[in-house]
């Protein structure tokens, strides 16, 4: 079981930005895509952005497309989410996730019950 641990929410003001990390315990983690989802109160939790096993591609949703990028060292078994431009709406808990799908390469990536490890979450407040 992989755990993973998210770090760098905070609070911004609108227009800011934030860095998000996740950090994976384990050395298989360069073999599985990694998802960011975010979960807003009193709503879904929805897909944030994820990238291939080697980096190979990204996706993100529309919502943050051109705003937020996602990026990994597989060195260091860490996802980051950069996240700039940030809006009010963007205010949410964020999680990164494990792709259950070894060595995956498709383009299929947004469904939650797609990923298999999830971490704790760490809050993103953007104020306006």
């Known amino acids: 079981q992989v755990r993973l641990v998210e770090s760098g929410g905070g609070l911004v003001q609108a227009g800011g930005s934030l860095r998000l990390s996740c950090a994976a315990s384990?050395?298989?983690?360069?073999?599985?895509?990694m998802g960011w989802f975010r979960q807003a109160p009193g709503k879904e939790r929805e897909f944030v952005a994820a990238i291939r096993w080697n980096s190979g591609a990204t996706y993100y949703a529309d919502s943050v497309k051109g705003r937020f990028t996602i990026s990994r060292d597989n060195a260091r078994n860490t996802v980051y989410l950069q996240m700039s431009s940030l809006k009010p709406e963007d205010t949410a808990v964020y999680y990164c996730a494990t792709d259950r799908r070894m060595y995956y390469s498709g383009t299929y990536y947004t469904a939650d019950s797609l990923y298999d490890n999830w971490g704790p979450g760490t809050q993103v407040t953007v104020s306006s």
């Open positions: 384990k050395g298989t983690f360069s073999s599985y895509a």
